[in-house]
């Protein structure tokens, strides 16, 4: 069983950063590919990053392209998210997510794994 939990998540000014990580249990972690979705209240969960098994291939969402990065480190079953020039609009709650397939994909249908999220609040 394949158990995600998110941290780094916390309050913080416009134009600021956070980092957040995502640490995996599992066996699989380094086979698949990674991902990062948020939701904000009243909104669908969106896609916000994702990086393949080896990390060669990433992929990002328009409105975070340039200001976030995704990274992983295999050996350590951990996925990062650095998070830059924060705006108020980043705020929302952060999962991150275990996809099934080993490239990143922004469809949630491909993510069989998700953590229990960490909330990002940007002020204004």
């Known amino acids: 069983q394949v158990q995600l939990v998110e941290s780094g998540g916390g309050l913080v000014q416009a134009g600021g950063s956070l980092r957040l990580s995502c640490a995996a249990s599992?066996?699989?972690?380094?086979?698949?590919?990674m991902g990062w979705f948020r939701q904000a209240p009243g909104k669908e969960r969106e896609f916000v990053a994702a990086?393949?098994?080896?990390?060669?291939?990433?992929d990002y969402a328009d409105s975070v392209k340039g200001r976030f990065t995704i990274s992983r480190d295999n050996a350590k079953n951990t996925v990062y998210l650095q998070s830059n020039s924060l705006k108020p609009e980043d705020t929302a709650v952060y999962y991150c997510?275990?996809?099934?397939?080993?490239?990143?994909?922004?469809?949630?249908?491909?993510?069989?794994?998700w953590g229990q999220g960490t909330q990002v609040t940007v002020s204004s």
């Open positions: 997510a275990q996809s099934r397939t080993i490239l990143p994909l922004r469809d949630v249908s491909y993510y069989d794994y």
């Open positions: 599992g066996r699989t972690f380094s086979s698949v590919a």
């Open positions: 990086i393949s098994r080896n990390g060669g291939i990433i």
